[in-house]
């Protein structure tokens, strides 16, 4: 009797050894902040020490009601809803397709593809921000080769104009198109363009045509420089567009795993049947990737809620706060400009909420499809 | 005369096939370009002094330079973050196997009330994101008097990584057959016991790859511990290149130089562990 009661005894003190460390972690971590956030979202705690310095009570719901009267909370919603559009519209099909050409090998280098497809995730997210905030600047490389493609256009255009003649004895038809080329911001450098136009021109001496050529480049060339990270109605593109070629990896090593799940003779026999690849991808792989399908576009709802540095690296939030999404618009709000700790904190409990939202729709997905795949 | 449709049919098959086929291709190539081709650029140019990068940036360097590696170890302090980074993967990996593992064990394991409560709220957890939390965890660490602090950092990523990891592994020891449990029960071994010398050997297949999913997760980690810590002595490699994007940005050499160091060390882990990261990643995002 005594024995057996050690026994359970020691059951008990095993299981609570091993169970333990990790609740108390998982509690001090997850359980307690959100507790945290929202008792201070509901008072006008503010900053410095929480017991024993500035009094401070329960408001009420206000800062909730700030929140949703806030145009820049409904903006970043908005654009969090982009990122979850992207991947749910973009990311998830290109995803499913790039998986079944790799699992039936209807491509060459089937593993090469798929290595190199999942490298952005890899890679840390400042570096991937850092780099493509600097490839679509003025400096980087976009705009280097389009500069130079303009240039290109440029000098041969003006080429075709003084064709063979001595560029110092120009006629003034010539001098005109010229400056025709120009185009207004051109001739906008001269008062009397034709006259100062072959002073110039003469000033290079005799038959110099190739240092010519280089110096009307250089001073009528238009310049084009990119403005999409600076531009507020198309900042987002960018950052929509790098998400997308980023995560899209993801979704295919999630597809794949599960494609690899299904019996392959039942798809041997359908083709040997006479089913075409398409019908293959429609009647047999679709059906069972259901459920994938309903976790990949989950999963991107909770991806979205919890992206934060590509956007903090590529634009900081701005212009303005026109690529802000939830996680950034709280960090504005706690630590930018004069802080507003309660505001976070009902930032940070609506996006929990939107969570427990998603946990409720798995569990009600996982009744509806549970079985079908693991 | 019959066979006409069927061929018009299958003809017009296969030009869709070959149709999706060439799509796939282009739009596999454009994405495969759209990642070699900056990591290319990025190399390059870490290699030309700013003011050559100022006149060229495409093509390869014309007097190549290692200077700009020396200046951006230096000024970002490469020495203290490199270090840093290490001891954060390591010890958070370790904690979240070892915690994953051992409340594994006694979920799947040892019969208890308390199971469907605990293990419930860690299922859940798979899709709270932290990131989300990370204003009330920043007032949290400064309650506990921990901000500034390794222990905060190691704490936040042992505790977001404890859903998945015990999420696998109680499904994996699940499947360990409980005849091998009872029989060391009958012969007196004790719980800790078994989970030592029967449980630990036979989950090394689930710690690795939970292993290899936190190892690529907490190395990148970037907007916690940037609320957690302020101090250089403490911050990692992504804190560290995030300076160079801004104060530091116009230096181009350095900038580069700087985002090369930091995305070396991930490219070569990929290239050797490619197999169980796509496992890994696989498994960790099937259910999540």
Do not use: C
Request: no cysteine.
């Amino acid at each position: 009797m005594t024995r057996t009661r050690g026994k359970r005894g020691e059951e008990t003190r095993a299981y609570w050894t091993m169970v333990l460390p990790a609740f108390v972690v998982y509690l001090l971590v997850m359980a307690f902040p959100i507790v945290l956030s929202l008792v201070l979202s509901l008072s006008d705690y503010n900053g410095g020490r929480m017991f024993g310095g500035k009094p401070w009570g329960v408001v009420g719901f206000d800062h909730y009601a700030k929140v949703f009267s806030d145009s820049a909370f409904w903006h970043a919603l908005k654009n969090n809803s982009y990122i979850v559009l992207v991947s749910v519209f973009g990311q998830l099909p290109l995803g499913f397709v790039f998986a079944y050409v790799i699992y039936r090998r209807l491509v060459k280098w089937p593993d090469f593809w798929q290595g190199i497809l999942y490298v952005p995730n890899i890679i840390s997210i400042i570096v991937i921000g850092i780099l493509w905030q600097t490839i679509f600047s003025p400096v980087g490389p976009l705009a280097e080769v389009m500069n130079a493609a303009i240039r290109g256009g440029f000098q041969d255009r003006l080429n075709s104009i003084i064709a063979s003649a001595d560029p110092s004895a120009l006629s003034d038809e010539a001098l005109r198109r010229i400056l025709d080329l120009a185009g207004p911001s051109g001739a906008a450098m001269f008062t009397e363009p034709l006259i100062e136009l072959r002073d110039l021109l003469s000033s290079y001496g005799p038959g110099n045509s190739p240092e010519v050529l280089e110096g009307l480049t250089n001073l009528f060339a238009p310049k084009w420089t990119p403005d999409f990270l600076t531009k507020d109605d198309v900042a987002m593109l960018p950052i929509l567009f790098v998400i997308l070629w980023m995560y899209t990896g993801m979704y295919l090593i999630m597809f794949l795993a599960n494609m690899q799940k299904i019996d392959t003779q039942i798809v041997e026999a359908a083709r040997i049947d006479g089913a075409r690849e398409t019908q293959v991808m429609r009647y047999i792989i679709l059906p069972s990737l259901s459920g994938t399908f309903v976790n990949s576009a989950i999963l991107a709802i909770a991806g979205s809620l919890s992206s934060f540095a590509l956007i903090f690296a590529m634009t900081g939030g701005g212009p303005g706060h026109v690529t802000e999404i939830l996680s950034i618009y709280m960090f504005d709000k706690a630590f930018q400009g004069s802080p507003d700790f309660p505001l976070a904190n009902a930032i940070a409990l609506i996006m929990v909420g939107i969570s427990f939202v998603l946990i409720a729709l798995t569990k009600a997905m996982e009744k509806r499809y549970g079985g079908k795949e693991e | 005369m019959i066979a006409t449709p069927v061929n018009r049919r299958f003809s017009a098959e296969r030009i869709a096939s070959a149709l999706a086929k060439g799509l796939a291709y282009a739009v596999m190539s454009l994405f495969a370009l759209m990642t070699l081709y900056p990591i290319f650029w990025l190399f390059m140019n870490s290699f030309k002094p700013t003011r050559e990068f100022q006149m060229s940036q495409l093509g390869f360097p014309k007097s190549p330079t290692l200077d700009n590696f020396v200046g951006a170890w230096n000024l970002g302090e490469f020495s203290k973050l490199i270090p840093n980074s290490l001891i954060y993967t390591a010890g958070a990996t370790i904690g979240i196997v070892l915690l994953s593992v051992l409340a594994g064990f006694a979920f799947a394991k040892i019969k208890s009330r308390a199971t469907a409560p605990i293990y419930g709220s860690f299922v859940i957890g798979i899709l709270l994101t932290v990131q989300s939390l990370m204003i009330p965890l920043f007032l949290e660490v400064n309650l506990l008097g921990i901000y500034n602090t390794r222990i905060a950092v190691l704490l936040v990523y042992i505790g977001s990584g404890l859903p998945i990891g015990i999420y696998l592994s109680t499904e994996f020891i699940k499947a360990i057959p409980g005849s091998l449990i009872e029989s060391a029960r009958i012969d007196g071994a004790s719980y800790l016991r078994i989970f030592r010398s029967i449980i630990l050997p036979m989950t090394v297949p689930v710690a690795t790859t939970l292993a290899i999913l936190n190892i690529t997760n907490v190395w990148n980690e970037f907007a916690l511990i940037n609320i957690l810590v302020a101090k250089t002595e403490l911050k990692s490699l992504p804190l560290g290149m995030f300076r160079f994007s801004g104060s530091l940005s116009s230096d181009y050499g350095k900038q580069f130089a700087a985002l090369t160091i930091g995305m070396l060390p991930m490219l070569v882990f990929y290239v050797a562990f490619r197999k169980q990261i796509t496992k890994g990643v696989a498994a960790g995002a099937v259910k999540g």
